[in-house]
C-alpha cells in the first residue's frame, strides 16, 4: 500500500533552516510528483510546490520562492523539502502529499516549531 | 492566484441529515477540483477527485458536483464520523489554492 513516512518534529530558532524528509512506498516512486503542503496552527491548508521525481523538475509557489528548496533521492525513494531563513510565523504542521493532479495519499505531518 | 471562496465556514448537523458545502473558483477550473476531509490531529484524506469522481472506497454517501467556478460537496445519511473540516482544493493552475475550509460538526 502507498505510504508516505515523514522526518520528526523540529524545534528552530528564527533565522536558521530547517529539512524535513519524505520517505515513499508502496508504488513507483518516478511515477508521480510529490507536494508540499503546510498548515499553521488551527488554519487552512497552504501548497508550497512540488517535485517530479522522474526529472527532477519543481515548481513553488511564489510567495516561498528563494526560502524553499525541494529535492529528491530516488535512489531511496525519498523527497526532502528544505526551509530556509526561518520566522515564527513559519510554525506549522508540514505534510508531503502524492499527485500529479489533486494529491491523493499524505503523510503524517512533520510540526515545525519556530521559537526564540 | 484563483482564490476559492468555500462557505459556509461552519455548519451542524444531525445523524442522518444531508449537507452541501460550496466552493466557488474566482475564474473557471473546469473540473480541477478535489475535497478533502481533515480531522483534528490527521493529514487531510482526498474524498473526491475531478469534482465528482469518488476517490478509491470513500463511503457513497459522499458526492461532488460542479464545473467552471461553482463546485459542491454532498454528504448524505451523516455519520457521527464525518465530524470534521472539509476542504476544496483547485489544481488547474499554480499556485494550487485551497478554499478556507468547512468544520461540520455532528449533533
Known amino acids: 500500500q502507498v505510504q508516505l513516512v515523514q522526518s520528526e518534529n523540529e524545534v528552530k530558532r528564527p533565522g536558521a533552516s530547517v529539512r524535513v524528509s519524505c520517505k515513499a512506498s508502496?508504488?513507483?516512486?518516478?511515477?508521480?510528483?510529490m507536494n508540499w503542503v503546510r498548515q499553521a496552527p488551527g488554519q487552512g491548508l497552504e501548497w508550497m510546490g512540488w517535485?517530479?521525481?522522474?526529472?527532477?523538475?519543481?515548481k513553488y509557489a511564489q510567495r516561498f520562492q528563494g526560502r524553499v528548496t525541494v529535492t529528491r533521492d530516488t535512489s531511496i525513494s525519498t523527497v526532502y523539502m528544505e526551509l530556509t531563513r526561518l520566522r515564527s510565523d513559519d510554525t506549522a504542521v508540514y505534510f508531503c502529499?502524492?499527485?500529479?493532479?489533486?494529491?491523493?495519499?499524505w503523510g503524517q505531518g512533520t510540526l515545525v516549531i519556530v521559537s526564540s | 492566484d484563483i482564490q476559492m471562496t468555500q462557505s459556509p465556514s461552519s455548519l451542524s448537523a444531525s445523524v442522518g441529515d444531508r449537507v452541501t458545502i460550496t466552493c466557488r473558483a474566482s475564474?473557471?477550473?473546469?473540473?480541477?477540483l478535489a475535497w478533502y476531509q481533515q480531522k483534528p490531529g490527521k493529514a487531510p484524506q482526498r474524498l473526491i477527485y475531478?469534482?465528482?469522481s469518488l476517490h478509491g472506497r470513500r463511503p457513497s454517501r459522499f458526492s461532488g458536483s460542479g464545473s467552471g467556478t461553482e463546485f459542491s460537496l454532498t454528504i448524505t445519511r451523516l455519520q457521527p464520523e464525518d465530524s470534521a473540516t472539509y476542504y476544496c482544493?483547485?489544481?488547474?493552475?499554480?499556485?494550487?489554492?485551497f478554499g478556507q475550509g468547512t468544520r461540520l460538526e455532528i449533533k
Open positions: 475531478a469534482a465528482s
Open positions: 482544493l483547485q489544481h488547474n493552475s499554480y499556485p494550487l489554492t
Open positions: 517535485i517530479n521525481p522522474a526529472t527532477g523538475d519543481i
Open positions: 502529499a502524492r499527485g500529479s493532479y489533486s494529491p491523493d495519499y
Open positions: 508502496g508504488y513507483i516512486f518516478t511515477g508521480h510528483h
Open positions: 475564474q473557471g477550473i473546469r473540473d480541477d
